[in-house]
């Protein structure tokens, strides 16, 4: 590892260490002070030590290393990360919605998802919240829409919390889920005149649904995006990959900050950034605090909770040396 510290590769509590062990399962993967041990299968192992060895140029050249930009390594085939450029803001402008308002893609990465979609079928959209990345995709859907490249639209998400927890709430299926749901409603709203988006969802051109809905379809001209992909398990996550039919496009977006699943569960979004990277036609874009949409604040407020955990986890590392100092013989 060079003269690379451990921590500044898989943080003061191991959680990027935590990471990779969950995208490489079938390795065993050992931290000791400066040695990092991988045991399994060698063409596996020749992988990870690729990727392992592109983490630890991105960090010296950029003096830190996310989760993001691990699973973003992961994606990339020459495990270099692409830098927005000028060409990234063409098609600005997606459509106009309610009121003549104009729906754009307002920063770097938004862009890039445009951009990407153009040449991809399958779109991977992963980064924080208030990034836009579910706003633009919904954006670029019912855009596709409008211009009669596809007949339907279907937005899906994993309900982790609609399972027995919600019983106890009035009300049929739809009204226990609509809340989990709602991000993907107050989207279409801001696209669609309210009559036609009742229409829509009365006949069926556009559907919102829990992901276990999913199962057993097979999706032909449609338009489907399935959002909070991160608390979608492996095999939910390949489900809905599964469901894609002729003419049709998919974007999946996800928060790898804001898991909700059991941790005993590995997130399928993290395996499919290792499994999916070199197919032709599936693309990954990856988001960051730049791309925040929402209120200055809260690209302040992001900022201001990293730099907390980080700052948490380095005075329980100083106590830990504290207590080891105070316990070894003068």
Known sequence: MG??????????????????????????????GEDLIV????KEVAFFEAKFAAMSAHFERFGKLTEENILEIMAQQNG???????????DELLLYGRNGMAIKARSPNQRRMVSSFKKHDMLFAIGPAGTGKTYTAVALAVRALKNKEVKRIILARPAVEAG????????????????????????????????RLATYLEDGT???APLAFMRGRTLDNAFAILDEAQNATESQLKMFLTRMGKSAKFIITGDITQIDLPRHQVPGL?????????????????LNERDVVRHDLVTRIIEAYEDSVKKDAGEK???????????SPD
């Open 317 to 327: 590392s100083e106590d830990k040396k504290d207590t080891k100092n105070r316990q």
């Open 39 to 42: 045991i399994g299968d060698p």
């Open 80 to 90: 270099f990360l692409p830098v927005a450029g000028e060409d990234d803001k063409a």
């Open 3 to 32: 003269g690379i510290h451990p921590p500044d590769i898989f943080g003061l509590q191991e959680e990027k260490l935590k990471l990779l062990k969950n995208i490489f399962p079938k390795l065993r993967i050992i931290s000791r």
């Open 164 to 195: 027995e927890n919600l019983g106890f709430l009035p009300g049929d299926l739809k009204d226990k889920l609509d809340p989990y749901l709602r991000p993907l409603y107050d989207a279409l709203r801001d696209m669609i005149p309210p009559s």
């Open 270 to 286: 993290l395996r499919a950034v290792k499994i999916l990277n070199h197919i032709k036609g599936i693309d990954f874009v990856f």
């Open 206 to 208: 556009i559907e919102i």
